[in-house]
Structure formats: structure tokens, C-alpha cells
């Protein structure tokens, strides 16, 4: 049973594109939209996109790359860049329409399906060793008692089902035999950095996933005298981030001739950040996200190294695991995780990543 309480609200700016006229392979123009939709989602991507097809990208750190890099200039095709913060906003802005590609964990493509967006996944990041550099840790209020995670029986933790963050609690459960029923799972999605952290501090709840940053360790620093701890969450990966679409998006020749580039490029930009973490570091952590140095270090230090797969058949189960584990907690039906994968892309983004770290 989940208690639901507001703690803020999310906010999308709609951002409609106007449609674009352009041409299929028989040479008839036809708009964006509901008429492109005549590319069958097996058939080979186009390898061109025609001038003036534009994409609707809410992908913050690509972004950041393209820029600092001067890549941006080249694209292929227009860019209209969304600001997007966690998978509940992607989702709703995909029902908009105002958004082609969006970032997330594993969860929010599977939720997307569960409340009737059909998407797909192009674009795969997995870490290499991730069991030592986790995404996430579970934080405890300082007024908890908790010590370990075998403490968390009867206690209440932020719980958002559309998110990463909803499984990492539950098989952070499970790791120490305990399921939902032993705890109070407290709906909350998590809107931003601030928001389990505020209401940890304030005694809203007992324990939250939180990432394994920067956040984390400040509020360590802030609370751990008082008796916050950030506890390991267990064994197991919590590591798979993806970039996904609408599939109705892949239907649309033009649209997918464009995805096809801008996976080859978001590859590229991976590279880029593995080959120049110094460079990332001061440009991305420090000038855009206001770290300091010392901090700016952590991060790179935590996330470890990324990895983009040929196969993605690791990505494929770990995306299984989640469907299987949320669904029943969240009252919907399990489905193949097969079915919101795009291997198309699978090849585009390895051998992008593959050449950008040989030629850095």
C-alpha cells in the first residue's frame, strides 16, 4: 500500500514544434507527425536526413559535449534542446508531443508503456565494474535509528514508481528479505535533487535512494553528527541509463534518419567525456552545475567508467528484472522487455563510442 503525499509538483514546458514538410523515399512530401508514419520499425534506418527535419532533445548532457566541442554546428539537422529533470517529466512531455528523445534510467521507459505511450529505446550506457561504483546509495533521516538496511523493517521510504529510484528500494529490500509489506512506502516522486534529501532532514521519512554524489556527500556532511548514514544498497546493478523515443517518432522516415545521426554523435560525446575528464569536469560539474573543484573530482571519481554495448542483451535482462519487480508493486502487467528495445541502434552507438575512444 502506498501513501501518497504531494511534495511538489512537476513542471514541463510544452514545447510544440511545427510541422515540416519533407519527403519520403518515393519522392511525395508529406508533414511531421501522424502522416510520416511509414517506415516499418523493422525496416533499415535512413542514412540522411533530409534539410530541415528538427528534433525535439531533452538529453542535458550531450548537449553540454556538443557544445563545448562545437559538434552542435555540424548536426545534420535542426535541434530544438528541451530542459528536462527525471523520467516523469520526459513521459509527460512525450504525451504532449513536445519532445522527440529524452535521458532516463531504466524505469521510465517501462512506466511510459504502463500508462499507454508506446516507446522505444535507442541509445544504451551501462558502467563497466558497477557493483563498485553504484548510481545510488540508500540515505537514512538522522532521527531514523536506522543502522543498516536490516533496520528499515516498519519504517517509512520514499517510493516514486515511475522512477529508477522505485527499484532501487524495492530490491535494496529484498537484498535483506524484506518486501514492501514490512516497510511504509511513501509515494513521492523525486523532482529534484532537493526533494528526498529535504524530506529526510525534516523527518517526512526515514530512508530515500539518493545518488551516489556530490548530494550524497553533502549531506552526509550536514547530517551525519545528527545520525544520518548513507547505507550500500546490496549487490546488485543499478547502473543501465538509456535515451528513448516515441515510437510513432521512428515511424517517421525523415525523424528516424536524424535519430540515427544524433545516436551516432551522443556515442561520439561518451567517448568524449571518458577521454577528457578534466575537461568535463571543469566545463560541465563546475561552470554549469556550480560544484567546486574538489567536487567536480568526486563525481568523476564515483561514476566510474562508462560503457557502450554492441550487445545489448545485458541491458535487455536488466531491463526484465525491473518489469518483473515493479510491476506487481505497481499494479500493472509485465511484458517483454524485448519489445521497447530498438536493436537497430545497438550498432550505431558502439561503433561511434568504439572510434571516439581510439581518436579522441
Same mark, same amino acid.
Given at each position: 500500500?502506498?501513501?501518497?503525499?504531494?511534495?511538489?509538483?512537476?513542471?514541463?514546458?510544452?514545447?510544440?514544434?511545427?510541422?515540416?514538410?519533407?519527403?519520403?523515399?518515393?519522392?511525395?512530401?508529406?508533414?511531421?507527425?501522424?502522416?510520416?508514419?511509414?517506415?516499418?520499425?523493422?525496416?533499415? #534506418?535512413?542514412?540522411?536526413?533530409?534539410?530541415?527535419?528538427?528534433?525535439?532533445?531533452?538529453?542535458?548532457?550531450?548537449?553540454?559535449?556538443?557544445?563545448?566541442?562545437?559538434?552542435?554546428?555540424?548536426?545534420?539537422?535542426?535541434?530544438?534542446?528541451?530542459?528536462?529533470?527525471?523520467?516523469?517529466? /520526459?513521459?509527460?512531455?512525450?504525451?504532449?508531443?513536445?519532445?522527440?528523445?529524452?535521458?532516463?534510467?531504466?524505469?521510465?521507459?517501462?512506466?511510459? /508503456?504502463?500508462?499507454?505511450?508506446?516507446?522505444?529505446?535507442?541509445?544504451?550506457? #551501462?558502467?563497466?565494474?558497477?557493483?563498485?561504483?553504484?548510481?545510488?546509495?540508500?540515505?537514512?533521516?538522522?532521527?531514523?535509528?536506522?543502522?543498516?538496511?536490516?533496520?528499515?523493517?516498519?519504517?517509512?521510504?520514499?517510493?516514486?514508481?515511475?522512477?529508477?529510484?522505485?527499484?532501487?528500494? #524495492?530490491?535494496?529490500?529484498?537484498?535483506?528479505?524484506?518486501?514492501?509489506?514490512?516497510?511504509?512506502?511513501?509515494?513521492?516522486?523525486?523532482?529534484?535533487?532537493?526533494?528526498?534529501?529535504?524530506?529526510?532532514?525534516?523527518?517526512?521519512?526515514?530512508?530515500?535512494?539518493?545518488?551516489?554524489?556530490?548530494?550524497?556527500?553533502?549531506?552526509?556532511?550536514?547530517?551525519?553528527?545528527?545520525?544520518?548514514?548513507?547505507?550500500?544498497?546490496?549487490?546488485?546493478?543499478?547502473?543501465?541509463?538509456?535515451?528513448?523515443?516515441?515510437?510513432?517518432? #521512428?515511424?517517421?522516415?525523415?525523424?528516424?534518419?536524424?535519430?540515427?545521426?544524433?545516436?551516432?554523435?551522443?556515442?561520439?560525446?561518451?567517448?568524449?567525456?571518458?577521454?577528457?575528464?578534466?575537461?568535463?569536469?571543469?566545463?560541465?560539474?563546475?561552470?554549469?552545475?556550480?560544484?567546486?573543484?574538489?567536487?567536480?573530482?568526486? /563525481?568523476?571519481?564515483?561514476?566510474?567508467?562508462?560503457?557502450?554495448?554492441?550487445?545489448?542483451?545485458?541491458?535487455?535482462?536488466?531491463?526484465?528484472?525491473?518489469?518483473?519487480?515493479?510491476?506487481?508493486?505497481?499494479?500493472?502487467?509485465?511484458?517483454?522487455?524485448?519489445?521497447?528495445?530498438?536493436?537497430?541502434?545497438?550498432?550505431?552507438?558502439?561503433?561511434?563510442?568504439?572510434?571516439?575512444?581510439?581518436?579522441?
Amino acid at each position: 500500500m502506498l501513501r501518497r503525499r504531494a511534495i511538489g509538483r512537476v513542471l514541463v514546458a510544452g514545447i510544440l514544434a511545427a510541422p515540416v514538410a519533407y519527403f519520403l523515399a518515393v519522392g511525395k512530401p508529406v508533414g511531421g507527425g501522424a502522416a510520416a508514419r511509414g517506415l516499418p520499425l523493422d525496416a533499415p #534506418l535512413p542514412e540522411q536526413a533530409p534539410s530541415g527535419v528538427t528534433l525535439s532533445i531533452g538529453d542535458p548532457t550531450t548537449q553540454k559535449v556538443l557544445q563545448i566541442t562545437g559538434w552542435d554546428r555540424d548536426l545534420p539537422f535542426h535541434v530544438k534542446w528541451v530542459r528536462m529533470t527525471g523520467g516523469p517529466a /520526459v513521459t509527460e512531455a512525450f504525451h504532449a508531443k513536445a519532445l522527440d528523445v529524452g535521458a532516463a534510467a531504466d524505469i521510465p521507459p517501462v512506466h511510459a /508503456v504502463w500508462v499507454g505511450m508506446p516507446v522505444k529505446i535507442i541509445a544504451v550506457t #551501462l558502467r563497466k565494474d558497477p557493483l563498485a561504483h553504484p548510481a545510488w546509495v540508500i540515505a537514512t533521516s538522522p532521527r531514523s535509528g536506522i543502522q543498516t538496511l536490516d533496520d528499515l523493517r516498519g519504517k517509512r521510504i520514499a517510493f516514486s514508481p515511475g522512477q529508477v529510484q522505485g527499484e532501487v528500494v #524495492l530490491r535494496a529490500l529484498g537484498q535483506h528479505h524484506l518486501t514492501a509489506s514490512d516497510v511504509t512506502l511513501v509515494e513521492m516522486p523525486s523532482t529534484g535533487a532537493d526533494v528526498y534529501i529535504n524530506a529526510l532532514a525534516a523527518g517526512q521519512i526515514d530512508a530515500a535512494p539518493i545518488a551516489n554524489g556530490v548530494a550524497a556527500r553533502h549531506y552526509l556532511e550536514g547530517f551525519g553528527k545528527d545520525g544520518a548514514k548513507l547505507l550500500a544498497h546490496g549487490a546488485f546493478r543499478d547502473d543501465l541509463a538509456d535515451l528513448y523515443v516515441r515510437t510513432e517518432t #521512428l515511424q517517421d522516415p525523415a525523424k528516424a534518419a536524424a535519430l540515427r545521426s544524433y545516436v551516432a554523435l551522443w556515442g561520439r560525446a561518451q567517448a568524449w567525456i571518458e577521454t577528457h575528464p578534466d575537461q568535463w569536469a571543469a566545463a560541465y560539474y563546475q561552470k554549469d552545475q556550480r560544484l567546486s573543484p574538489d567536487d567536480a573530482r568526486f /563525481v568523476i571519481r564515483v561514476l566510474g567508467v562508462r560503457d557502450i554495448p554492441r550487445d545489448w542483451s545485458p541491458a535487455i535482462a536488466q531491463e526484465q528484472g525491473a518489469i518483473d519487480l515493479m510491476g506487481p508493486q505497481t499494479g500493472h502487467k509485465t511484458f517483454s522487455a524485448s519489445d521497447i528495445f530498438d536493436l537497430r541502434f545497438a550498432p550505431v552507438a558502439a561503433n561511434a563510442f568504439a572510434a571516439g575512444l581510439a581518436h579522441p
